[in-house]
């Protein structure tokens, strides 16, 4: 199940009201930030982040972290490995990234880095 699918399921069977909080939203991203100790500018600007959200959910992570504008890692080995035709630690060529990118995101959401996986 997708995150929110339980309390959408309430909304619509019992007419109750959620308030969701997470990836992607904003807020999410804000909240992390203001505990590791980065605070806006008064622009409500701070592109001077040592930060970046690692993910591999194009709709949560990246998504996320593109619109709240922090750098983002791309991790190919999770959820979209299939999608991507690759194995786990192997990295896509950048055309089925690119055409993975334009079927699931928003133009603007692009990962700032790419990498295959993790591995201890």
């Known amino acids: 199940y997708m995150p929110g699918t339980l309390a959408q399921r309430y ?13 992607p939203d904003v807020e999410h991203f804000e909240a992390c930030l203001r505990k590791l100790g980065y605070n806006s500018n008064e622009n409500g600007d701070d592109r001077n982040l040592r930060v970046a959200h690692v993910g591999d959910s194009l709709h949560h ?4 972290a593109a619109n709240a ?39 603007h959401v692009r990962p700032t880095h790419v990498v295959s996986a993790f591995r201890l």
């Open 11 to 23: 909304e619509e069977t019992f007419g109750g009201t959620c308030t969701t909080f997470g990836k």
């Open 69 to 107: 504008g922090i750098a983002s890692v791309f991790v190919t080995s999770g959820i979209h490995k299939t999608q991507l035709g690759t194995q786990f630690g192997e990295l896509p060529s950048r055309d089925a990234l690119e055409a993975l990118m334009e079927q699931e995101v928003e133009a």
């Open 61 to 64: 992570d990246i998504s996320g």
